[in-house]
């Protein structure tokens, strides 16, 4: 039902910024929390943040907490992932993934939760 595309990820230093974003197809959009992951080769996808419908409860791991920030703009059908003071281990392909039906956060960090996945997009942070 819905098509999510990400764009947004590149090589840049430890310290920098990217700014990462998922445009979304479907009508309901708005309906719908939206998450990002990311996976890095040999490991399993791991959760990075989500958003609820309309912008409300964001929540972060740990390993990104006051680093990086979810936001959406249901206008444009897009959410953003927006990454500060980035390090080495942030490197990954991250993905940006829907989840219709949900309520409450802790659920949120599971990938099986979600419905709709983009293609990712590679961010390669060095040192």
């Known amino acids: 039902q819905e098509r999510l595309v990400e764009s947004g990820g590149r090589l840049v230093q430890s310290g920098g910024s990217l700014r990462l974003s998922c445009a979304a197809s479907?009508?309901?959009?708005?309906?719908?929390?939206m998450g990002w992951f990311r996976q890095a080769p040999g490991k399993e996808r791991e959760f990075v943040a989500r958003i609820g419908w309309n912008g409300e409860s964001t929540y972060y791991a740990d390993s990104v907490k006051g680093r990086f920030t979810i936001s959406r703009d249901n206008a444009k059908n897009t959410v953003y992932l927006q990454m500060n003071s980035l390090k080495p281990e942030d490197s990954a392909v991250y993905y940006c993934?829907?989840?219709?039906?949900?309520?409450?956060?802790?659920?949120?960090?599971?990938?099986?939760?979600?419905?709709?996945w983009g293609q990712g997009t590679q961010v390669t942070v060095s040192s």
């Open positions: 479907g009508r309901t959009f708005s309906s719908y929390a």
């Open positions: 993934a829907v989840r219709r039906f949900a309520s409450g956060v802790v659920a949120s960090r599971t990938p099986a939760n979600y419905d709709y």
